[in-house]
Nanobody, 124 residues
């Protein structure tokens, strides 16, 4: 069964850091572009970051540029999102998603597989 599982969420104070992980089972991530998305309470889901299958191309939402870093470890079939300088407005459920191919863009409706999400709460 093809599955993506997010982990690493939790409660953190403003200015703190978290590292989210997205682990795949049932398939190898080598040939997939991976995106991180988030959905805050009462808001639509939005794209956060995207990394190409090779890892050579990444992009970020303006709201997280300079604070978040996406990376992948294909040997361990895992993609990471390092989140630094967290703000209360980063509070959301974070999802990872995968689409086969070499695209350098992650579009919500184009992703093939989705995890169930991990909650990140930034609060003092």
């Amino acid at each position: 069964q093809l599955q993506l599982v997010e982990s690493g969420g939790g409660l953190v104070q403003p200015g703190g850091s978290l590292r989210l992980s997205c682990a795949a089972s049932g398939f190898t991530l080598d040939y997939y572009t991976i995106g991180w998305f988030r959905q805050a309470p009462g808001k639509e889901r939005e794209g956060v970051s995207c990394i190409s299958s090779s890892g050579g191309s990444t992009n970020y939402a303006d709201s997280v540029k300079g604070r978040f870093t996406i990376s992948r470890d294909n040997a361990n079939n895992t993609v990471y999102l390092q989140m630094n300088s967290l703000k209360p407005e980063d509070t959301a459920v974070y999802y990872c998603a995968a689409v086969a191919g070499t695209s350098t863009m992650c579009v919500d409706y184009g992703m093939e597989y989705w995890g169930k999400g991990t909650l990140v709460t930034v609060s003092s």
